[in-house]
């Protein structure tokens, strides 16, 4: 839910908009495109807009090029009608005429056609023929088809909304260049981490209602959140320390009585007169020290949520991972590498438990179904695993499979959870003593206060996936299974999560379509293909 928000677009500039899942991102898109009305306020909608949605309205009896046609009508019409003025153009006509000229060439009307050609082509789309219907097309093709339409009518104003699904590295790459080619404005929605980095020259973030611009493009979002973290870390370590001091000075001033002083001259009236006036005086320090104490613990600062980590033990590998269809996996890109071991919470190094070569997954001869075909897979203490692959490729079936047959504790993230949606978040949340679950939870930062006495069918996909994910923090792993992982997080909170991965000490394998993931993921690389391991 959007609430007094306030938001403006630069012309010429390209504004990226994150935010979590179900944090309003579509909504003040379908706001600015003029698609959904607000409650209250005003939109002002570029004339000149095109917009692209998650949800595409084409329609499925006509055929690709009846969609093409549909897109450049605009551009076709405005040249008719260039046509026209120009066979009967007078002096009162010049004005249109010149107008027409103008918003022409400037959205590249002459060039339209070569446009779609090449809109198609980038997107992975010239295989598909113009006479194919869109009843033919599978979902994926529909959308890059709608994307194409757009980018080749090139109106203005580019407003788009996830526009990096469907694609592979070659369509997004082209998609990254023609945004940063565009002569206008655009506004996107995207979890892409890449992408926003190398499209958006500004970053809009919408959390709890309302909006955050942040200049410098992903890099200086990053480098604002990161500065505003450290300074939240310094108001909450200035805070605790006068908090202390002012609650010692409390403690050691009302001490300081001065009875035990030398009376001098015998004068017992005048010490007494004196002593008073001390005691007097003390008293009213404590008592302003003490109504300061009460102020700062009134009005504390919140303390920031702590760094995740993952917690689990390290052991030198035997070996690399094996995992064989009749060869042996190969990583081009990325070698095993040691990382240091962490302690656990009384400071000795936790232990693994596994064979005792370390062996903590052997499948051999594992099928399932038509979805899985493994010949021999070898998971030992500390070995670090990307599993990537087309959809329905088998990933998440070998995933589960591993969960089932691993020795030592096991940690599963997987892309589907399933709760019973009566129970409160804190029921779900059974880690510890049930007094210290609220503040064991905040202290991850993955919810606000107001969240955890919600029921769990209440929360939104995001939040159901940290509450998993604050599940996996609480425990300690010999090995962690993650399943997409970075699906319906915040970006900044994406960020956060690699750095956990990045120091785990168990054995990881992970599945991800997250190209940011990927790139810098330290591991070996696993393919799947059909079911079978490549």
């Known amino acids: 839910m959007l609430v007094d928000v306030s938001v403006s677009v630069r012309k010429g500039e390209r504004l990226g908009i994150v935010g979590d899942n179900g944090s309003g991102k579509s909504t003040l898109l379908r706001l600015l495109a003029g698609a959904e009305r607000p409650d209250e306020g005003e939109v002002v909608v570029p004339a000149d807009g095109g917009y692209f949605g998650q949800t595409l309205d084409l329609p499925l009896g006509h055929t690709v090029q009846q969609v093409i046609d549909a897109a450049l009508a605009e551009l076709r019409a405005m040249q008719r009608r260039m046509r026209e003025l120009e066979s009967a153009l007078s002096d009162d006509l010049m004005e249109e005429y010149g107008d027409l000229v103008t918003a022409f060439e400037t959205r590249g009307g002459y060039e339209a056609d070569a446009r779609v050609d090449k809109s198609l082509h980038g997107l992975g789309l010239s295989h598909v023929g113009r006479e194919r219907m869109l009843s033919s097309l599978s979902g994926g093709e529909q959308a890059r088809l709608g994307l194409a339409c757009l980018l080749a009518a090139s109106p203005e104003t580019l407003l788009l ?132 104490l009460r102020r700062l613990e009134a009005d504390p600062v919140p303390e920031p949520p702590r760094p995740l980590r993952f917690r689990g033990t390290f052991s030198e590998p035997t070996a690399s991972v094996t995992a064989t269809n009749g060869q042996a996996a190969a990583s081009p890109h990325h070698t095993l590498s040691r990382l240091p071991t962490p302690a656990n919470d009384t400071g000795a190094p936790a232990r693994t438990i596994a064979s005792a070569n370390g062996t903590l997954v052997e499948l051999r001869d594992v099928r399932v ?143 991800s379509h997250d190209r940011a993931l990927r790139r810098r993921f330290r591991g070996t690389e696993l393919e799947i293909s059909e079911g079978r391991i490549c």
Not at 198 to 212: D, H, K, Q, W
Not at 222 to 248: D, G, M, N, S
Not at 374 to 393: C, K, P, Q, S
Not at 456 to 485: C, K, M, N, T, Y
């Open 369 to 511: 179904g038509d979805r899985l075909q493994v010949e021999r897979l070898t998971i030992r203490a500390g070995d670090r695993l990307l599993v990537h692959g087309a959809n329905g490729a088998g990933k998440s079936t070998l995933l589960q499979v591993i969960a089932e047959r691993a020795r030592g504790r096991v940690g599963h993230l997987p892309q589907e959870i399933v709760y019973d949606p009566a129970l409160r978040v804190l029921d779900v949340y059974d880690h510890g003593p049930r007094h210290e679950r609220r503040s064991a939870l905040l202290a991850t930062g993955l919810f606000r206060p107001e969240t955890l006495d919600l029921k769990v069918g209440a929360l939104s996909v995001g939040q159901q996936r940290r509450l998993a994910l604050a599940g996996l923090l609480a425990a300690e792993h010999d090995l962690l299974l993650l399943d997409e992982p970075t699906n319906h997080l915040s970006l900044t909170l994406v960020e956060e999560l690699e750095q956990a991965l990045d120091g785990f000490g168990g054995a990881l394998v992970v599945v």
């Open 161 to 292: 909304d996830e526009p990096t699904n469907h694609l592979d590295e070659s369509a997004l790459t082209w998609l990254e260049g023609r945004l940063r080619d565009h002569r206008g404005t655009v506004v996107v929605v995207s979890h892409d981490r890449i992408f926003l980095d190398r499209v958006a020259t500004a970053i809009l973030e919408v959390e709890g209602g309302t909006t955050t611009r942040f200049g410098g493009g992903y890099t200086g979002f990053l480098e604002a959140k990161a500065a505003a973290r450290a300074r939240h870390e310094q108001a909450y370590a200035a805070w605790r320390a006068e908090v202390r001091q002012v609650r010692e000075h409390a403690a050691t001033t009302a001490h300081r009585v001065a009875a035990g002083r030398v009376m001098r001259d015998n004068n017992k009236m005048a010490y007494d007169r004196n002593a008073g006036r001390v005691q007097s005086s003390i008293a009213s320090r404590v008592r302003n020290a003490q109504e300061r």
